[in-house]
């Protein structure tokens, strides 16, 4: 079982910066491949950024590409989510998940936890 805890969401102008974390419990936290996903208002859930447990090899949707650095500290239990030159595009409810695999790591379906969200909003 992983507990997963976002941080780090708020309001932000347009072209500013902002770091989302999120803390995950558990001893074998780098076993787990670590994703964000998003919600827009009024649309459905989609994929921001994942970085596996091995090798740290990252994904990015291509929206984010250039702006959005994701990472992990499995000393801290942490993944990152750093993200610049926001648009208003990219606000919204901000999902940190946990898989125990590696593959597919784009889908929804591929992930066994889920923390609480926290929102992220860019003004224009």
């Known amino acids: 079982q992983v507990q997963l805890v976002e941080s780090g969401g708020g309001l932000v102008p347009a072209g500013g910066s902002l770091r989302l974390s999120c803390a995950a419990n558990?001893?074998?936290?780098?076993?787990?491949?670590m994703g964000w996903f998003r919600q827009p208002p009024g649309k459905e859930r989609e994929f921001v950024a994942a970085i596996r447990w091995s090798a740290g090899s990252t994904y990015y949707t291509d929206s984010v590409k250039g702006r959005f650095t994701i990472s992990r500290d499995n000393a801290k239990n942490m993944v990152s989510l750093q993200m610049s030159s926001l648009k208003p595009e990219d606000t919204g409810v901000y999902y940190c998940?946990?898989?125990?695999?590696?593959?597919?790591?784009?889908?929804?379906?591929?992930?066994?936890?889920w923390g609480q969200g926290t929102q992220v909003t860019v003004s224009s």
């Open positions: 558990g001893r074998t936290f780098g076993t787990y491949s």
């Open positions: 998940a946990a898989t125990y695999y590696s593959g597919g790591l784009m889908r929804e379906g591929a992930y066994d936890y």
